[in-house]
């Protein structure tokens, strides 16, 4: 009688172990499969910009469209314009040419500078179509000039304040006395435009 009761306790017992191991593993499958929607849903979509990264051996042809997108950063405009491939930039690949617009972005031609260069970026890339995107600041274009009264004549440097750009033959009588102050400490002038605007000023 005992060895049946032990019999019929062990069976019960042995029934709700399977019951509590099949639920359990029922339950983690359940929290997996949730795991992998959420992981789904948050995962960022990929970018066509993954040629940037991605060097399949391509390079780039002399036929190459290149299309340059200037972004002015002060006010979040934009211009494109569409070229030839410039001669230095044929036969790169990605890594490449990505290396090229980094010593381009560190090192900037004077010109460059002048417009408020900031960086440029690979936005595309195949060997007949390739999209550049370059960053300007007008708020951070050096100054161009810098006027100065020297040898009571106003006389016009380059940037440098060693080059000098224009003997202009105004001489110091013919300027107001708030000029004359202005000049002693030197005036930094942005442009041309502006430059010739003081000019037509104090000739005026």
């Given at each position: 009688m ?46 066509q910009?993954s ?64 417009k ?13 179509s ?75």
């Open positions: 005992k060895r049946n009761i032990w019999l019929m306790v062990f069976c019960v017992v042995g029934f709700f172990a399977l019951c509590t191991v099949a639920y359990y593993q029922s339950y983690k499958r359940m929290v997996n499969e949730q795991n992998n929607v959420l992981y789904k849903t948050k995962e960022p979509a990929k970018t910009n040629a940037q990264v991605v060097n399949d051996g391509q390079t780039i042809s002399a036929k190459c469209q290149m299309t340059v997108i200037c972004h002015e950063v002060s006010d979040d405009s934009e211009e494109q314009h569409i070229t030839a491939v410039l001669p230095e930039y044929v036969g790169m690949d990605v890594n490449m040419l990505n290396d090229r617009l980094t010593y381009e972005s560190t090192n900037p031609d004077l010109s460059e500078i002048d408020g260069f900031i960086r440029a970026e690979l936005v595309s890339f195949a060997p007949k390739l999209v550049i995107k370059r960053y300007y600041s007008k708020n951070d274009i050096p100054d161009k000039y810098f006027m100065v009264l020297e040898d009571n004549y106003v006389t016009i440097y380059y940037a440098d304040r060693k080059t000098v750009f224009e003997n202009t033959g105004i001489s110091r009588d013919k300027l107001r006395a708030d000029e004359i102050v202005m000049l002693n400490e030197g005036i930094a002038v942005k442009d041309e435009h502006t430059l010739f605007s003081i000019l037509e000023g104090y000739t005026s």
